[in-house]
């Protein structure tokens, strides 16, 4: 527990009564002194007054501030701040390597966990061009159906679209397209324009859903018309 003699010629100075002031004040108020020989007042406060300074690095300087119950808001520290600029000063520049130290610990969990995130996803599937991720509704379809209208599933090699939703284990009617020839949405656009067909598949050889085409959902509505709008 840390303890000083507190003057009444201190208390008055500052007209402050609060112990934890004068604790921080008599133990910065040499480094204080130091600042305030190579920088200026306006100076110091300007730095302080910056907004990017963290709100963690201005929640440090919580004891300048009059504020005796909660937590004190910004302006009230940057207030603190101004009345007094070098005992803030050398507190942020004495806790600033700790802080510091804290936030790489914290940005470096956050890579991490982008990494791994991105590893699950590549795992999971390719990022191919033009799908659109999963709707929640559509993804629980995908629960109870072997093949989801819609749903771009991948093999390794292939793309198959089914044409309809159905339970049906067996086979239904696919898009299926060569994953070097696929430009997207448009190239099944092309196909239906041209009159071409779906072909049969078989639910093993569908692959793993990777996305979502919403424009040929309502690809149904043509099927056995020849597939022309």
Not at 9 to 20: A, E, M, P, T
Not at 31 to 50: H, I, K, Y
């Amino acid at each position: 527990m840390k303890s000083a003699i507190i003057m009444s010629s201190q208390l008055h100075q500052h007209n402050r009564w609060d112990v934890g002031f004068h604790l921080l004040y008599d133990e910065y108020a040499d480094r204080a002194q130091a600042l305030s020989a190579v920088l200026s007042e306006e100076a110091a406060v300007a730095l302080l007054s910056d907004e990017t300074v963290p709100a963690e690095a201005l929640a440090l300087l919580a004891p300048l501030t009059r504020v005796t119950q909660g937590t004190p808001k910004r302006e009230q520290l940057l207030s603190a701040a101004r009345a007094y600029p070098f005992i803030a000063l050398a507190l942020l520049k004495d806790k600033a390597p700790a802080l510091l130290e804290r936030r790489q610990a914290q940005a470096q969990r956050a890579l991490e966990r982008i990494a791994q995130t991105r590893l699950t996803l590549e795992e999971a599937g390719p990022t191919i061009e033009g799908l659109l991720p999963i709707p929640f509704d559509v993804r629980n379809l995908l629960a109870s159906n072997h093949f989801v209208g819609a749903v771009v599933y991948f093999d390794g090699q292939t793309l198959s679209i089914p044409v309809e939703t159905s339970k049906t284990a067996y086979v239904a009617d696919c898009w299926v397209v060569e994953l070097s020839d696929w430009t997207g949405a448009d190239y099944v656009a092309a196909r239906v324009d041209e009159g071409e067909v779906p072909v049969p598949r078989r639910c093993e050889d569908l692959g793993k859903p990777v996305g979502f085409l919403k424009d040929l959902a309502d690809h149904t509505s043509n099927y056995g018309m020849g597939w022309r709008r």
